[in-house]
């Protein structure tokens, strides 16, 4: 059974930097599409990043610059390191995986429904 497990959000003020963490287990975690989408109070989800299986990213054009998807797969571990945070960067963000080996654009546009499993999710908060 997969199990995806987020941590590392919390609150900080306009400018400053968090790095969100996802453990995975329960499945082969290299071979995977990866990627991690936020939902804000009101709105939909919003796909941030994606990773291959062998490491390609893409981004959501609003965090280009700003945000780094990467993963550890010795470790299980997905990373998203955000640098800049804006106020409209708060919301509560949730690690994803698709047992296709690639991600498509669709996982960033429509990450509920391209992905199959995502975590509980944790909320990040940046003040102004």
């Known amino acids: 059974q997969v199990q995806l497990v987020e941590s590392g959000g919390g609150s900080v003020q306009t400018g400053g930097s968090l790095r969100l963490s996802c453990a995975a287990s329960?499945?082969?975690?290299?071979?995977?599409?990866m990627g991690w989408f936020r939902q804000a109070p009101g709105k939909e989800r919003e796909g941030i990043a994606t990773?291959?299986?062998?490491?390609?990213?893409r981004y959501k054009d609003s965090v280009k610059g700003r945000f780094t998807i990467s993963k550890d797969n010795a470790k299980n571990i997905l990373y998203l390191q955000m640098y800049s945070l804006k106020p409209e960067d708060t919301a509560m963000y949730y690690c994803?995986?698709?047992?296709?080996?690639?991600?498509?654009?669709?996982?960033?546009?429509?990450?509920?429904?391209?992905?199959?499993?995502w975590g509980q999710g944790t909320q990040v908060t940046v003040s102004s």
């Open positions: 329960g499945y082969s975690y290299s071979s995977y599409c």
């Open positions: 994803a995986a698709d047992s296709a080996p690639r991600c498509s654009i669709w996982h960033l546009i429509r990450p509920g429904v391209y992905f199959g499993y």
């Open positions: 990773i291959d299986s062998d490491g390609s990213t």
